[in-house]
Nanobody, 118 residues
Framework: QVQLVESGGGLVQAGGSLRLSCTASGHTFSTSTMGWFRQAPGKTREFVAAFDWNGGRNYGGSVKGRFTISRDDAKNTVYLQMNSLKPDDTAVYYC????????????WGQGAQVTVSS
């Protein structure tokens, strides 16, 4: 049974930082196919970050330059470092895997709440 377990959400002031972690178990996909989405209240779920097929990284437009995705293959874990947080970043952040070329997803984590106060 595939499990994606997230941690690291919380409340932070605007301009602050948080780091999310997601550890996979019971899976056969590569850590390089894991990534992050988010869903703000009243909005549809949107892409945040993932690894590119050639080792690079892709980011959603609103987080580019502020968020960084990384991974530890030995720990089956991906991270999302979020800097310069804004109130608009408030959302539930979901770990996702594997992320296909069309950004389709087979498995989702339970979600981690991130709240940014102004």
């Amino acid at each position: 049974q595939v499990q994606l377990v997230e941690s690291g959400g919380g409340l932070v002031q605007a301009g602050g930082s948080l780091r999310l972690s997601c550890t996979a178990s019971g899976h056969t996909f590569s850590t390089s196919t894991m990534g992050w989405f988010r869903q703000a209240p009243g909005k549809t779920r949107e892409f945040v970050a993932a690894f590119d097929w050639n080792g690079g990284r892709n980011y959603g437009g609103s987080v580019k330059g502020r968020f960084t995705i990384s991974r530890d293959d030995a720990k089956n874990t991906v991270y999302l470092q979020m800097n310069s947080l804004k109130p608009d970043d408030t959302a539930v952040y979901y770990c996702a895997a594997p992320i296909g070329t069309g950004r389709q997803v087979d498995y989702w984590g339970q979600g981690a709440q991130v709240t940014v106060s102004s």
